[in-house]
């Protein structure tokens, strides 16, 4: 038979190295079962000694479900948390980087699917958004792989296969005048080809931070 008890006790509020500093504080619900086992469990908010936040479900224990977690770096996570991992739909917003002009609007954000903390969506389509430029599509490990749609701030836009990151295989280029380009492409250093080239540096890959929720879980015995 299991007690569910809204108030956490003291020793499941703190987690503690051997030097007394605290590592995280969890405020939420917990379960008891009736040898006197407790479990996190339920709607909780746990802070970090290294400054993420976490606010969503535990399950048993462990994060599980909708979730909301936050770095300090500024940049946001909300979605799914299968296994302590980003896993299924979700989106994350970076944060502008240190350089960025403070009068110019910066928006780079993903929404779609995530697989164990990473960007990919296969035969199922993602949004990805840099300032300006948008695309559409299947990814593999933050980065355009399958079919997709490009879009770029200057009116064109590319529908068709992608290959790590860039254009590659059939598809369409349409430019804002309406003429078309159709047929096969791949990368290579020929003129009709420039206009298709997305610099590597767009795609961001796997979001850093949230390797470092992952592997921060496992090191608390969460995940």
């Known amino acids: ?13 703190f ?16 379960l008891q079962d009736k040898d006197g086992t407790k479990y996190h469990h339920g709607h909780a908010t746990v802070r970090f000694r290294n400054g993420i936040q976490f606010v969503g479900r535990f399950h048993m224990g462990h994060p599980e479900g909708k979730a909301t977690i936050s770095f300090p770096s500024s940049s946001t996570y909300e979605g799914v948390v299968v296994q302590g991992s980003a896993h299924g ?25 995530f697989d164990r903390g990473s960007l990919t969506s296969k035969g199922k389509k993602s949004l990805y958004v840099l300032n300006k430029d948008i695309y559409q599509g299947e990814f593999e490990d933050g980065r355009a792989h399958g079919k997709g749609t490009f879009l770029w701030e200057d009116g064109r836009y590319f529908i068709g296969e992608f290959v790590n990151g860039k254009v590659h295989g059939e598809g369409k280029l349409v430019y804002p005048d309406g003429k078309e380009q159709q047929g096969r492409f791949e990368p290579c250093t020929a003129y009709w080809y420039k206009p298709l080239n997305i610099p590597p540096r767009f795609w961001p890959g796997n979001p850093i931070e949230l390797k470092i929720f992952t592997d921060l879980l496992e090191t608390e015995g969460w995940k």
């Open 1 to 13: 038979m299991w007690c569910f008890r809204e108030e956490v006790p003291q020793d499941l509020m």
């Open 89 to 113: 739909e979700g989106k994350f917003v970076w944060s502008a980087p240190a350089d960025w002009p403070p009068d110019k609007k910066f928006r780079k954000e993903y929404s779609g699917w």
């Open 15 to 30: 987690q503690k190295d051997d030097l007394g500093n605290i590592l995280y504080r969890y405020d939420g619900e917990y």
